[in-house]
T-cell receptor, first 109, second 111 residues
Framework: QEKVQQSPESLIVPEGAMSSLNCTFS?????SIWWYQQHPGKGPEALI???SNGNKKEGRLTVYLNRASLHVSLHIRDSQPSDSAVYLC?????????WGSGTKLIIKP | EAAVTQSPRSKVAVTGGKVTLSCHQT?????MYWYRQDTGHGLRLIHY???????EKGDIPDGYKASRPSQENFSLILELASLSQTAVYFC??????????FGPGTRLTVL
């Protein structure tokens, strides 16, 4: 069974700084890795996905995937108070998503 | 407007009672899912469905049943609610397995 671990559990970042979140997974054959954002009292919402080794940039978000080290990271440039949320990493395994337990990100004004 | 809705939004149930959680989607998606979320555990898949009138077991199906009477509706049934089933339950829909659209969740407390 695929295992997905996220670090850190929580992170406090000053407004305007870079936020960096990490995720490790156990199966290098996983085809895609997804990041979801979850605000309090709401359901998760898909943010960005990556399928190939390397990086992908969308707006203030950049994802880096290294299949050899089974590691993916999410970086949020110019972090804003509205970015405060729980970020979930999800990895595909046999046509279903396996979820990490999340990183709680707090952006301090 | 919300494309995946859940009802009720919160529920208090007694141990041994029957609980039905409902989900409705207007995304025209074939796939629908039920997850539970517990602190420190992330999301765990209970049941899913890829077509009406058919459901599949996820990773933690014990103690839960699911029903998909139409493409739009997917229910989760707890026949004999137990204390360990206290959690937040999310329904989701998707075109593929991966980009899933979630409802707002149902907070279930079993006493």
């Amino acid at each position: 069974q695929e295992k997905v671990q996220q670090s850190p559990e929580s992170l406090i970042v000053p407004e305007g700084a870079m936020s960096s979140l990490n995720c490790t997974f156990s199966n290098s054959a996983s085809q895609s890795i997804w990041w979801y954002q979850q605000h309090p009292g709401k359901g998760p919402e898909a943010l960005i996905s990556i399928f190939s080794n390397g990086n992908k940039k969308e707006g203030r978000l950049t994802v880096y995937l290294n299949r050899a080290s089974l590691h993916v990271s999410l970086h949020i440039r110019d972090s804003q108070p509205s970015d405060s949320a729980v970020y979930l990493c999800a990895v595909d395994s046999n046509y279903q998503l396996i979820w990490g337990s999340g990183t709680k990100l707090i952006i301090k004004p | 407007e919300a494309a995946v809705t859940q009802s009720p939004r919160s529920k208090v149930a007694v141990t041994g009672g029957k609980v039905t959680l409902s989900c409705h989607q207007t995304n025209n998606h074939d796939y629908m899912y039920w997850y539970r979320q517990d602190t420190g555990h992330g999301l765990r898949l209970i049941h899913y469905s890829y077509v009406a009138d058919s459901t599949e077991k996820g990773d933690i199906p014990d103690g839960y049943k699911a029903s998909r009477p139409s493409q739009e509706n997917f229910s989760l049934i707890l026949e004999l609610a137990s204390l360990s089933q206290t959690a937040v339950y999310f329904c989701a829909s998707s075109l593929t397995f991966y980009e899933q659209y979630f409802g707002p969740g149902t907070r279930l407390t079993v006493l």
